[in-house]
C-alpha cells in the first residue's frame, strides 16, 4: 500500500506550482504521508485542510448537495485542494500561480485511485 501512496504524492508533486502533497487520515487530520517543501507546516495545514473538509461535507449534506467530493481553498498566498478517497483524504498545497487544472485533475486521480 505504502508504494500506492508514493506514486501518489510523487505525481501530486511534479506539478508546477506545487509546494507540498499529504495523504490525511480522514477523521483525526493527522499526516500518512507528506512530501512538503521546506517552509510547509505539514501538521497544521493537514488540520486546517480536515477541518474544512469535514465541515465543508456536513453542509453540502445539509443542504442536498450530494456528497463533496472536492474542496478548494483560494487565498492571497495559494490554494489548499483537498479530496475524498475514502478513509484518506488527498490535500495539496499550491502557490497562487500554480496550474490549478492540472492540480485537480492529479488529485481526483489519486483519490480514485486509494479508494
Not at 46 to 63: D, G, M, P, V
Request: charged share 25%.
Amino acid at each position: 500500500m505504502s508504494d500506492l501512496f508514493q506514486a501518489a504524492l510523487d505525481r501530486l508533486s511534479r506539478v508546477t506550482g506545487v509546494r507540498g502533497a499529504m495523504l490525511v487520515e480522514a477523521e483525526a487530520g493527522v499526516p500518512v504521508m507528506a512530501e512538503l517543501t521546506e517552509g510547509v507546516e505539514g501538521t497544521a495545514a493537514a488540520a486546517l485542510a480536515t477541518s474544512l473538509f469535514k465541515r465543508t461535507r456536513k453542509a453540502a449534506e445539509t443542504a442536498e448537495f450530494g456528497k463533496l467530493t472536492t474542496l478548494q481553498l483560494e487565498a492571497e498566498g495559494g490554494h489548499v485542494i483537498v479530496a475524498d478517497a475514502g478513509d484518506l483524504l488527498v490535500v495539496v498545497i499550491a502557490e497562487r500561480n500554480a496550474q490549478l487544472g492540472m492540480v485537480r485533475l492529479e488529485a481526483y486521480r489519486a483519490a480514485e485511485a486509494l479508494r
